[in-house]
């Protein structure tokens, strides 16, 4: 079995920063992309940023600037640094990640989303 668990959400003040991190488990071959969406209540997920497995990576236009995505593929891990929260951040991120099990074929895996609240 697979599993993507994230870490780092909480309660940070606007302008503030925090680090999700996301370990990928599991009976794993390989992982190509890796990356973070994000829903706000009362809105679609949408793509916050991504990064391959060679390093390549893009990000949403309102993210940019402020998100840092980064993965250690020997710890089977992927980081997003967020700094200058602002109010309009707060929102459940979730990491996924398109992993090849051992036995099985590839196909995109899902955590199950922490929380950051950006609020004063």
């Known amino acids: 079995q697979v599993q993507l668990v994230e870490s780092g959400g909480g309660l940070v003040q606007p302008g503030g920063s925090l680090r999700l991190s996301c370990a990928a488990s599991?009976?794993?071959?390989?992982?190509?992309?890796m990356g973070w969406y994000r829903q706000a209540p009362g809105k679609e997920r949408e793509l916050v940023a991504r990064?391959?497995?060679?390093?390549?990576?893009n990000s949403a236009d309102s993210v940019k600037g402020r998100f840092t995505i980064s993965r250690d593929n020997a710890k089977n891990t992927v980081y997003l640094q967020m700094n200058s929260l602002k109010p309009e951040d707060t929102a459940v991120y979730y990491c996924?990640?398109?992993?090849?099990?051992?036995?099985?074929?590839?196909?995109?895996?899902w955590g199950k989303g922490t929380l950051v609240t950006v609020s004063s």
């Open positions: 990064i391959s497995s060679g390093g390549i990576s």
């Open positions: 599991g009976s794993i071959f390989s992982i190509g992309s």
């Open positions: 996924y990640g398109w992993v090849v099990p051992t036995y099985n074929d590839g196909m995109d895996y």
